[in-house]
C-alpha cells in the first residue's frame, strides 16, 4: 500500500514535536510564559527573582547504572544570590514519578507546602526534591514536616545548577524499572529558606504579592502553590498553557478552606505513547 508523501511529512511532524521516550531516558517539553500557576499569579517584588526564573521549559531523567541524572531547563540564566553554593538560589522543583499508572496506587497528596492533589489514577510513588539547600537540611525539613511521605521522598546526592540548566544525581533505589512506561509531573517553586509553619522550604502564593511572596492567589491555603508544572503530553505546544490552568484551577470556601483542590495528572506513562500514536492516524 502507497503512502502519500503529506501522510509521511505529517507523521514526520508530530514525531519530531512528541516527548522523546526510551527505555533509560524520558524527555518533556513545556512551553515559555506560563510560569503564572493557574494564570493569575504574579512573582515576588525582589529583583533576585527574575523574569523566567520559574518558567520551565524541559525536563530530562536518564537512568545510567544504579543512578539517575535529572536536568531541568529554566527560561532564564541561574544565578546565585543568596550564596547556596549550588549555582542556584531561588528555584525549587518537586519531580513526582507514577511508576505503575495503577488507579489507587501511590499517594494523591503532595508534600506540605505545595496545596496540590493529583488524580485517583496518577498517583506517586517517589518524589524528587531539588533545591539548592544542602541534602542535610532538605532531609531533615523531609523527616520532621512530611510524615508518612517522607519515605518516598529522594534527595539527590549531587546538584548543580549551570546556565539555564539545573542537574542533580539520584541513586536509584525504589526506581527499578522502565522510565519510559513512568508517569512524570514537575511542580516548579521556590527555595524559601525560612519555610512557614509545616511547609517543606517553599514560599507562599498570597493574594498580593511581596518582596518575598508571589501575588495573584489566596492568602489562605486554598491556592495552589505551584508556578510552573508539565502538562498535556510534555510537547511544549501552547495548548499546555491552557492545560496548565485547568489543572491548577482552585476554588476556596468561604473561611479559606479549599473547596476544589488543584488537581494534577502525569504526562508521559504507558497509556501516553498509544494515546499520541492514535492522534496521528
Known amino acids: 500500500m502507497k503512502t502519500s508523501r503529506f501522510a509521511v511529512l505529517s507523521l514526520a511532524a508530530a514525531l519530531l514535536g512528541a516527548p522523546a521516550l526510551a527505555a533509560d531516558k524520558v524527555s518533556f517539553k513545556d512551553p515559555t510564559g506560563d510560569d503564572n500557576g493557574p ?21 530530562t531523567f536518564e537512568k545510567k547504572g ?9 527560561n532564564t540564566t541561574l544565578e546565585d544570590p543568596w550564596k547556596m553554593g549550588s549555582g542556584f538560589s531561588v528555584q525549587m522543583a518537586f519531580i ?12 494523591t497528596e503532595s508534600p506540605p507546602g505545595l496545596n496540590v492533589k493529583f488524580a485517583p489514577n496518577n498517583g506517586w510513588e517517589k518524589v524528587i526534591i531539588i533545591s539548592p539547600q544542602n541534602s542535610a537540611r532538605v532531609k531533615a525539613e523531609a523527616g520532621n514536616k512530611a510524615g508518612a511521605l517522607k519515605d518516598n521522598i529522594i534527595v539527590p546526592t549531587r546538584t548543580k545548577g549551570s546556565g539555564r540548566k ?34 517543606l522550604l517553599t514560599r507562599k502564593v498570597n493574594e498580593f504579592e511581596g518582596q ?16 510552573d ?6 510537547k511544549g505546544d501552547a495548548s499546555e498553557v491552557k492545560a496548565q490552568h485547568d489543572m491548577l484551577s482552585y476554588e476556596c470556601a468561604e473561611d479559606g478552606s479549599s473547596k476544589k483542590p488543584a488537581t494534577l495528572t502525569m ?3 504507558a497509556a501516553k505513547p498509544e494515546a499520541a500514536a492514535q492522534e496521528q492516524k
Open 166 to 199: 539545573i542537574n542533580a544525581t539520584v541513586d536509584l533505589a525504589g526506581l527499578e524499572g522502565d522510565p519510559s512506561q513512568w508517569g512524570f509531573q514537575v511542580v516548579v517553586q521556590s527555595n524559601e529558606g525560612f519555610p512557614a509553619g509545616n511547609d
Open 66 to 74: 544504579s543512578k539517575a541524572d535529572v536536568t531541568l531547563g529554566f
Open 212 to 227: 518575598h511572596r508571589f501575588g495573584g492567589g489566596n492568602d489562605n491555603d486554598c491556592d495552589p502553590h505551584a508556578i
Open 229 to 234: 508544572v508539565l502538562a498535556g503530553q510534555g
Open 96 to 107: 513526582f514519578i507514577d511508576t505503575d499508572g495503577k488507579e489507587g496506587s501511590g499517594s
Open 267 to 269: 504526562v508521559g506513562g
Open 39 to 59: 494564570g493569575t499569579y504574579k512573582y515576588p517584588t525582589d529583583t533576585v527573582y527574575k523574569r523566567g526564573s520559574f518558567d520551565l521549559t524541559d525536563f
